[in-house]
């Protein structure tokens, strides 16, 4: 049984760095993909970034690129999310997500929460101004 475990939520001010970290435990070999996706109350989970096993394929929504970053250890099992300059919109809960198997090169769809078989049970990222 594959389970993901997001750690690193908190409470900060705008303008503030923060990084997540999702822990994996269960599989037998690296998850082809991971990614980060978010949930403010009252609207639907927004895909941040996913990246493969071997680094060589990351995509991030284009209006969070440079704000935030992915990072993946394949040695440690993890899947970390850097944010900078936060503000209150990143307001959210933080979820991580992970396929065991290719998406071709339909890579449009690493955005995409049906894409992904496995999901952490979220951590609070809150941001006042």
């Known amino acids: 049984q594959v389970t993901l475990v997001e750690s690193g939520g908190d409470s900060v001010q705008a303008g503030a760095t923060l990084s997540l970290l999702c822990r994996v435990s269960?599989?037998?070999?690296?998850?082809?993909?991971m990614a980060w996706f978010r949930q403010a109350t009252g609207k639907e989970r927004e895909g941040i970034g996913a990246?493969?096993?071997?680094?060589?394929?990351?995509h991030y929504l284009n209006s969070l690129k440079g704000r935030f970053t992915l990072s993946r250890d394949i040695d440690k099992n993890t899947l970390s999310l850097q944010m900078t300059d936060l503000t209150p919109e990143d307001t959210a809960v933080y979820y991580c997500?992970?396929?065991?198997?290719?998406?071709?090169?339909?890579?449009?769809?690493?955005?995409?929460?049906?894409?992904?078989?496995?999901w952490g049970q979220g951590t609070q990222v809150t941001v006042s101004s």
């Open positions: 990246m493969d096993d071997a680094d060589s394929v990351k």
């Open positions: 997500a992970a396929r065991p198997g290719s998406v071709g090169s339909s890579y449009w769809r690493l955005l995409q929460p049906d894409t992904y078989n496995y």
């Open positions: 269960g599989n037998t070999e690296p998850l082809k993909y």
